[in-house]
């Protein structure tokens, strides 16, 4: 397997995750092939697009800004 045989898409969200949710349905219908989200990193502990990462049993991180100088 090459590089090219899939595409590993980490997606940053901030908020409800009606993009994210787009590509995760579009990537689950076969419209985006050979793709698959391997984390959703987001800078807002409370953004809904967590919760449908974690539904669909993708990886997540939290990057607070308050984190770095």
Known sequence: MNFLDRLDIAVFV?????NFRAILEDI???QIQ?????????????AGAL??????SIPTTCLRREEFE
């Open 14 to 18: 901030s908020g409800r995750g009606s």
């Open 51 to 56: 919760s449908i990462a974690r539904e669909n």
């Open 34 to 46: 050979n793709a698959e989200i391997v984390v959703v990193i987001s800078n807002n502990v409370n």
């Open 28 to 30: 689950k219908s076969g």
